[in-house]
C-alpha cells in the first residue's frame, strides 16, 4: 500500500472470480456430473427392473425438497422440520383441482405454487425471525398442524386422500408411468440445481450465506436481512411444492401420511448426511437415505422377522455412523479424496480481467475539507444501570483523521454500535450531514455514508477474500434474487467483483485474494474488513482496532492507506490501543473514560493531559507531584474484580 494511487495489475496477471461453494461444485467434475444425468436419461431404456424408475423418481422428488433445505438451512442457517407440509401443499392442490374439478395439472402447478407461497410469507412473517432453538420449535408446530389439517378436511379425502389423480400432459405425451416421468423429474432437478447455483454465486447470494452466523455484519453492509430470511424460506417452500405436484402426479393417488413430520425429519437427514454446505450434496443425500430406505423396508423382515419396525432402529445407527465418519456430509467427504487438483479450491470460476482502476460504479461525492460530517452531542447508552456510554458529545470533519481512546471499558466501541445503528441510543442525538441517525437501523445508516469494521472480526470463514470483500459492495448494485437466479446480473456482478478486487488490491492483499478468509492471520482478517468496508464508498470510515495482530510493516502500510484516504476526503473516527500508531498519525483525539469524555484535542496536547495520564497509569507523578488516582476507577476496579466477565450486557464492549 501507497499513499499514491494503487499499481495497476500486470495485464499477464489475471484476477479470477472465486468458486462459491454452489459454483464449484457444481463444475468439481463436469464429466462426472454428465454421467451422472446421461444415467438417469438412459435408465428409461435400459433393461432394469420396473421398480428402478419409482425409485428413482423419489429421489428425484427428495433431491428438490433437500435442494431447498439445502439453501435454506445449510446456506443461510434456518432449520426447519416443516418442509414436508409444502410438499402435502403442493400435491394437494394439483389432486384436488384435477380430480374435484377436471383442471389441468399445470393449473394445479401454479395454483399450489401460489398457496405455499402464500402460506410460506404467511408463516414466515411469524417465524423467521426467531433465533436459536425457537425457529426449529415453530417449524415443528406448523409442520404438525397442517400435517392434521390434511387428515381432517372432508375436501381433502380426510386420512383416505385422494385418488384417481390424471396424469401430466407434456407435449401431447401422457406422463401416465413412472418410466414417462422419470426423466421430467430430474430435468425439473437440474433446472433448480443451476438456478440455486446462479443465485449463491451473486450479490444476493453472498448476503444469503452471510445470514449462516454472519447477519449482523450483512446488516451494517446494507442488507435487510429479515427480508433475505423471509424470501429464502419462500423460495425452499416453492420447490417443496413443486415436488408435491411431481410426487401427487407420480403416485396418482395420495393421502397425509408422506407429508407428515416423521418425513420433513427425514428430508433434513438427507440434507446432513450429504452435506448441507454443498448443493450436490442433496442429491447424494436423498439417493443414500432413499435407497436405503428401499432396501431395509424390504430385508429388515427377512433378516429380523416381523416384531415391530426394526429397519427403523437400523436405518437411524447407519445415520449415526455415516455421521460420526464424515461430520460434514457424504458429498464434502467424497470431494476430499480427490487429487488436489480435481478439487474445487484448485479450480476457477469465471475471470473477472485485469482491474486497472476501480470500477465505474455509482459512487457518493465527498463533502469540502473541514465540513462537520458526524455530530455527536450527549448520547447516553444504558443497561440496566450500566452506563456504557455517558453523554458523550464529540464530532468529526471531512477529511480528518479522529481516534477515540481510553482504557478497555471505557465504552468506545458500544459508541461505535450508537453510531452505526447497532445499538439504539438510550437519549442524545447523533447527526451526520446535519441528518438525526441515532433511531436509524445499521442497514440504513450505511446507506448515509458511514462505513465500518468490527472489533471482533466478522468475516465468512469459508468464503474466500474476494467473496467477503465483495459483501461490501451490496449497495453498488440492485439485481434482485430471481435475476441473480437467471443470470440477469453478468455486468453487475462483473462489476462488484472488480471493485471488491481493486479494494483487495488497494489494501496489499491481493495474493491471497482467493484463499478462503478463515485461513487468514488475524492481522490480514483486518485489513480484509476495511476493504470491505472501504466497498460500502463511505465518506465516513469506522475502524474499530484495525491495528491489532499487525506487524510493524503492516501497520506502517495501514498508516500509509490512512493518509491517502484523508487526502481523499473521507474521514476516519478509529478506536486503537496502539498508541505509538495513534499519536503519529491521528489529527485530533477524543479520550473516554468509565463511558465519559474526559479530554480531545491533538496528540501533542493529549500526550501530557493529567486526566489521561491518570485513566491510563493510575498515579503519575506531573511536574514532581504525584496526581491522585480518580475515585472512579478504584471504584470500578473493585467491580470488575467482584463481577464476573459474562455479566458485561452485549454490546457495552470497549
Known amino acids: 500500500m501507497t499513499s499514491s494511487a494503487p499499481p495497476a495489475v500486470p495485464p499477464s496477471t489475471p484476477l479470477s472470480a472465486p468458486q462459491s461453494p454452489a459454483r464449484s461444485l457444481l463444475r468439481i467434475d463436469r464429466l462426472a456430473i454428465a454421467a451422472f444425468f446421461g444415467w438417469i436419461a438412459l435408465l428409461p431404456w435400459l433393461p432394469v427392473p420396473p421398480y428402478w424408475y419409482t425409485i428413482g423418481g423419489y429421489v428425484g422428488i427428495a433431491a428438490l425438497v433437500v ?91 380426510k386420512y383416505d386422500g385422494i385418488s384417481g389423480i390424471p ?100 428430508y433434513l437427514f438427507m440434507a446432513v448426511v450429504g452435506g448441507l454446505s454443498s448443493l450436490w450434496g442433496a442429491i447424494v443425500g436423498a439417493t443414500a437415505l432413499t435407497m436405503l430406505k428401499s432396501f431395509l423396508q424390504d430385508w429388515a423382515p427377512k433378516l429380523f422377522g416381523s416384531v415391530g419396525n426394526l429397519e427403523l432402529v437400523v436405518f437411524g445407527a447407519i445415520i449415526v455412523l455415516a455421521l460420526q465418519r464424515s461430520a460434514r456430509g457424504l458429498w464434502p467427504a467424497l470431494v476430499g479424496r480427490l487429487p488436489a487438483r480435481w478439487r474445487p479450491a484448485a479450480r476457477l470460476a469465471h475471470a473477472i480481467g485485469p482491474v486497472q482502476t476501480e470500477p465505474a460504479l455509482p459512487s457518493r461525492s465527498k463533502p469540502a475539507a473541514g465540513q462537520p460530517l458526524l455530530s455527536v452531542q450527549q448520547a447516553r447508552k444504558q443497561f440496566g444501570g450500566l452506563v456504557a456510554v455517558n453523554d458523550m458529545s464529540f464530532e468529526v470533519r471531512a477529511g480528518e483523521l479522529v481516534a477515540l481512546i481510553g482504557p478497555n471499558g471505557a465504552g468506545k466501541s458500544t459508541m461505535f454500535n ?33 462505513g465500518r469494521t468490527f472489533q471482533h472480526v466478522r468475516l465468512m470463514p469459508e468464503m474466500s477474500v474476494l467473496e467477503n470483500v465483495a459483501i461490501g459492495a451490496y449497495l453498488r448494485g440492485k439485481t434482485s434474487m430471481l435475476g441473480a437466479s437467471i443470470r440477469a446480473d453478468r455486468h453487475e456482478e462483473a462489476a462488484l467483483l472488480g471493485l471488491a478486487a481493486w479494494q483487495i488490491q488497494r489494501v496489499g492483499l491481493q495474493d491471497v485474494m482467493h484463499q478462503s478468509a478463515g485461513s487468514l492471520a488475524l492481522g490480514q482478517q483486518r485489513i480484509v474488513e476495511i476493504a470491505r468496508a472501504l466497498c460500502t464508498d463511505p465518506m465516513l470510515l469506522l475502524l474499530d482496532e484495525p491495528a491489532a495482530g499487525l506487524r510493524l510493516q503492516e501497520k506502517q502500510a495501514l498508516a500509509r492507506l490512512l493518509t491517502q484516504l484523508r487526502s481523499e476526503g473521507m474521514a476516519v473516527l478509529i478506536v486503537e490501543h496502539d498508541m505509538d500508531f495513534i499519536m503519529g498519525l491521528m489529527d485530533r483525539i477524543v479520550v473516554m473514560e468509565f463511558g465519559s469524555r474526559i479530554a480531545q484535542g491533538k496528540p501533542e496536547e493529549i500526550r501530557n493531559d493529567p486526566a489521561v495520564l491518570r485513566a491510563y497509569l493510575g498515579g503519575v507523578e506531573i511536574d514532581g507531584e504525584t496526581a491522585p488516582e480518580s475515585p472512579q476507577a478504584d471504584a470500578a476496579d473493585a467491580a470488575t474484580a467482584a463481577t464476573p466477565t459474562a455479566s458485561r450486557p452485549e454490546g457495552a464492549s470497549a
Open 67 to 157: 435442494l431447498g433445505l439445502v439453501l435454506l438451512t445449510g446456506m443461510a442457517g434456518m432449520t426447519s422440520f416443516g418442509q414436508a407440509a409444502f410438499v402435502g401443499i403442493g400435491a394437494y392442490t394439483t389432486a384436488v383441482l384435477s380430480t374435484h374439478y377436471a383442471l389441468s395439472p399445470w393449473l394445479g402447478l401454479l395454483a399450489g405454487m401460489a398457496i405455499a407461497g402464500v402460506s410460506a410469507i404467511a408463516i414466515g412473517a411469524l417465524t423467521v425471525r426467531l433465533s436459536g432453538h425457537f425457529l426449529p420449535i415453530a417449524t415443528i408446530a406448523w409442520a404438525l398442524s397442517i400435517y392434521y389439517l390434511f387428515g381432517t378436511l372432508e375436501i381433502l379425502g
Open 418 to 450: 450508537l453510531i452505526t445503528g447497532v445499538l439504539p441510543a438510550t437519549s442524545g442525538e447523533i447527526r451526520f450531514l446535519g441528518q438525526r441517525i441515532d433511531a436509524l437501523p445499521a442497514r440504513e445508516i450505511v446507506r448515509h455514508g458511514i
Open 167 to 266: 396424469p401430466i400432459g407434456l407435449l401431447g405425451v401422457a406422463l401416465d408411468s413412472p418410466r414417462a416421468m422419470l426423466i421430467p423429474i430430474w430435468m425439473v432437478v437440474a433446472l433448480f440445481l443451476l438456478l440455486v447455483s446462479n443465485l449463491l454465486d451473486s450479490r444476493p447470494g453472498r448476503i444469503i450465506r452471510a445470514l449462516n452466523g454472519g447477519a449482523g455484519m450483512a446488516e451494517a453492509m446494507g442488507a435487510n436481512t429479515p427480508s433475505y430470511r423471509l424470501w429464502t424460506f419462500v423460495c425452499a417452500a416453492l420447490m417443496a411444492a413443486i415436488a408435491g405436484w411431481l410426487y401427487a402426479h407420480l403416485q396418482r393417488a395420495i393421502n397425509a401420511t408422506p407429508f407428515g413430520l416423521n418425513t420433513g425429519i427425514e
